[in-house]
T-cell receptor, first 111, second 113 residues
Framework: GQSLEQPSEVTAVEGAIVQINCTYQ??????LSWYQQHDGGAPTFLSY????GLEETGRFSSFLSRSDSYGYLLLQELQMKDSASYFC????????????FGAGTRLAVHP | SAVISQKPSRDICQRGTSLTIQCQVD?????MFWYRQQPGQSLTLIAT?????????ESGFVIDKFPISRPNLTFSTLTVSNMSPEDSSIYLC??????????FGPGTRLTVL
């Protein structure tokens, strides 16, 4: 099957570092994406890992290990505006590529 | 990245009626996707819309309830038919770029009374 698991909630303080983990079922797995969604907004693309290793984009980094069916999103120097829901989403290939989303992790950043 | 617009941005509809949501992209794309996000939930893929062929629906979604059109490479519509309060959701279209990155439109917030 095709499913993803991530923690439902994470809390942190401004300036801290947070890691949001994501594990997935492997059938047809192609790559792992991360999205940010603020309340009332649309999902915004953050990163995509097709290969093992770390991808860094400013304060955000994403990691993928295909052998462990595991990835994470690392948020550094947290700011209040980072309070949002974060979704991992796996790209599965099966004639056409489709993106399957995890349940989402709600991040609350406190002063 | 692609620029995606959706119409309407929100609507309030009566039970039993239908609503057609439009999705416009600023560049030609092969595949467009329609998702539903129920309140407080994650995104669920409804169907994949390819130009020139019938849409491919995910388990639990059927063409009679969610007919989709894809007349060209920059436009698609999703109709929510015979609506009930359970259809109250945000409906989002998305497209895939050449680098396998998927971008989302702003969404249509639907409330069914």
């Amino acid at each position: 099957g095709q499913s993803l698991e991530q923690p439902s909630e994470v809390t942190a303080v401004e300036g801290a570092i947070v890691q949001i983990n994501c594990t997935y079922q492997t059938s047809g797995f192609y790559g792992l994406s991360w999205y940010q969604q603020h309340d009332g907004g649309a999902p915004t693309f953050l990163s995509y890992n097709a290969l093992d290793g770390l991808e860094e984009t400013g304060r955000f980094s994403s990691f993928l290990s295909r052998s462990d069916s595991y990835g994470y999103l690392l948020l550094q120097e947290l700011q209040m505006k980072d309070s949002a829901s974060y979704f991992c989403a796996a790209l599965f290939s099966g004639g056409y590529n489709k993106l399957i989303f995890g349940a989402g992790t709600r991040l609350a950043v406190h002063p | 990245s692609a620029v995606i617009s959706q119409k309407p941005s929100r609507d309030i509809c009566q039970r039993g009626t239908s609503l057609t949501i439009q999705c416009q992209v600023d560049s030609q794309v092969t595949m467009m996707f329609w998702y539903r996000q129920q309140p407080g939930q994650s995104l669920t893929l409804i169907a994949t819309a390819n130009q020139g062929s019938e849409a491919t629906y995910e388990s639990g979604f059927v063409i009679d309830k969610f007919p989709i059109s894809r007349p060209n490479l920059t436009f698609s519509t999703l109709t929510v038919s015979n609506m009930s309060p359970e259809d109250s959701s945000i409906y989002l279209c998305s497209v895939v770029s050449s680098t396998d990155t998927q971008y989302f439109g702003p969404g249509t917030r639907l409330t069914v009374l």
